[in-house]
């Protein structure tokens, strides 16, 4: 196999797909998927969270009902039914359904990489959060973009911070940014959630300086205390929000759906770019499985169970972490974010930690600034078994002490 | 709702965003897709196709023994015999394993916008058949590239006008094509197959002129009569070609699976620009399905019904089309395309065909150029029942008279 710098056609590559020819990054995520130690590190569903018996339900009744419909290009009345249940979430959640549409997609990454398609050319500046989801960072990268991060405090997004970068930008005749993106709910990493006001506030700041949001809720259904919060959606008058979500943490990753809200044209512009059809398989069992009521049923009991596994990790670390790590409190959501000693690098801690049975995924992962987070993790209470918690927890204390 | 012109954020989007808003081109495909007449304009596999007992089978093996598994990010071990009988596939149509690797993608046109993204930048240009399909048009279009449009003869690509037309570009100074995409067996929707000669005259240019070829083989597995000719990408020493293929047409297109051969650089490079995740489900449900056997004890009885389909047109076409008008004779895949009188506009007798009881494509879908195709039209025999041909093509024969 030649190696990429010599292959001759790597030369009519993009800049970008050059880029990503060098190929860092991925060691630590092999390290980490096989690691034999309780996996603290990726934010999977717990496999019992998964109802395979309604699933089996539903991809019966669509097999028996219209199963060649199903397998067809465009589907049928099951795949409708998705777009519906889809829809009528939004609406609950007091986004106005005359004022936006919906896109189904595969997948909330599919959903945001196909709004940057729409608005996105080498150049242009993407605000995120620091830290944010580095599965939306690695997305924004790809555009060639420059990202603009913005701290997050204990109510989520700093929006003071945001309006002093807008105003200084605007001061420097700097570009300002043509996208935010947001995790409004259960922020990932950190867990926080920006509050109605800072919410507000954000949209006025949209309308001021120009720019369209991406609101990405993946976590909002799993609101474990405290009161529902209207999404930015809900909130916008001016047509200026993206709402992206996703079944992967509700019903399961493997089926691949996700969607976005957005005002008709926006909608209609992203949808035109998205190229490729859709799984009307996996989208009709979905949808009967929704129409069926399954995923309503399905969330009091994943709430009751995510904040349990929550709870005990939070324990966990109040039993055993230094007196000199911080870790927030999130209201939803799977995971936790902790700050440790200046003098921790959690890169370079990973592989004791693996040894000493447990992983995590080290802060530098969330931050597009390659020198921010050294001392910080994530932990995710989602996935591995809540007994293991405080076993983990100790041994983690031992190697970030 | 706002009209797209008015919404202010309409004006954040790019310039190739922005030229979809116009919405021209969508209004035939809904006449044609609530048409109450015989359905010769879809390249759909006719709905008997579907083995939806083979189907349930691998379903309810791959949710009984990992269930969980299948469900989660990743996937587990039938989701990774999908790869392995992708690659398999792969190197019984003479492909080195050795020189190339292997990306699964949500179908073939998600495979080449994949392919798109990591080769493309507004004002490259892509040379392709003319005519070619419509859907890939789509794709090259929405990257805001030249297209260049090389003639078909009744052996495919026209390989000579296209070594004339590279020449003439380096002659004149002219950007040299970075990609060249074609549809080397049983074209859509001309039915033509390229040569051996001109597939290996097609290479010697590729490395000559530096550019990279998407060989699309979509219908390479249905072939009815005539000696199988090897793929570009078996042919190719120089990790040139991309070769792109479905399970839509051998299994379903509701299953949404397609596939990319590539250079591993080249694949890799690819793969990092393709945002979002796998639908392991499905995955793990078609890595059963080619596992057991099943694509391949599939495959004679779908050709020879596929072959007998065929004839059946044909036979229909002798029988009743005007002297006037002449039509190609596939060795294989779903499309045979007529040429009629210059003095026929087919876009314009399409409501005429749809009110006699019959549909088509219009010639124009198949051309960049939108002054090209208006005498022809693309006629599918996979979908409609074939003892509706004899009339559907009498009917057709008097609209186009």
Not at 4 to 23: F, K, N
Not at 26 to 53: E, N
Not at 68 to 93: F, I, K, P
Request: a negative charge; charged letters at 25%.
């Amino acid at each position: 196999m030649r190696d990429s710098a010599e292959h001759p056609v790597s030369e009519l590559l993009t800049p970008e797909a050059r880029t990503t020819l060098d190929g860092s990054g991925y060691g630590s995520w092999r390290r980490l998927a096989t690691a034999d130690a309780v996996s603290l590190a990726f934010g999977f569903p717990y496999p019992d969270s998964f109802r395979l018996d309604r699933l089996r339900e539903s991809i019966e009744t669509v097999l028996a009902s219209e199963g060649r419909q199903a397998l067809q290009y465009g589907g049928g009345e099951y795949a409708d039914l998705l777009e519906s249940a889809v829809r009528n979430r939004a609406t609950a959640r007091g986004i106005d359904p005359d004022e936006t549409a919906v896109l189904l997609t595969n997948g909330a990454t599919h959903a945001v990489d196909s709004v940057c398609r729409a608005f996105l050319e080498p150049g242009d500046v993407v605000a995120v959060e620091r830290p944010t989801f580095m599965g939306s960072l690695t997305v924004f990268r790809n555009f060639g973009v420059e990202i603009e991060e913005l701290p997050v405090d204990d109510a989520g997004l700093d929006v003071d911070a945001l309006a002093d970068r807008l105003h200084a930008r605007r001061a420097a005749g700097d570009p300002i940014p043509k996208l935010l993106y947001t995790i409004t709910d259960f922020q990932n990493p950190t867990g926080t959630t920006l509050s109605r006001k800072g919410r507000e506030r954000l949209l006025a700041l949209a309308d001021e300086f120009d720019f369209a949001v991406v609101e990405d809720g993946a976590y909002t259904d799993l609101r474990y205390e405290g009161e529902t919060v209207p999404p930015l959606a809900a909130l916008d008058d001016a047509g200026r929000v993206i709402r992206v979500e996703s079944f992967a943490k509700t019903i399961a990753p493997g089926v691949r759906l996700g969607w976005l809200v957005a005002a008709e044209p926006i909608r209609d512009a992203i949808d035109a770019l998205a190229a490729g059809g859709a799984n009307t398989f996996t989208r009709s069992v979905i949808g009967h499985y929704c129409d069926a009521g399954h995923l309503e049923a399905s969330l009091p009991p994943l709430r009751e169970a995510y904040a349990a596994r929550r709870d005990r990790l939070l324990d966990a670390l109040e039993r055993h972490m230094p007196a000199s790590a911080t870790w927030t409190d999130p209201d939803g959501g799977f995971f936790v974010w902790v700050e440790l000693d200046e003098s921790v690098d959690t890169d370079d801690r990973l592989d004791d930690a693996i040894d000493a049975g447990v992983t995590y995924l080290p802060g530098s992962m969330f931050y597009a600034d390659p020198d921010a987070g050294s001392n910080a993790l994530r932990l995710s209470f989602s996935y591995a078994d809540p007994d293991a918690f405080d076993d983990a927890i100790a041994a983690l204390a031992t190697v970030v002490d």
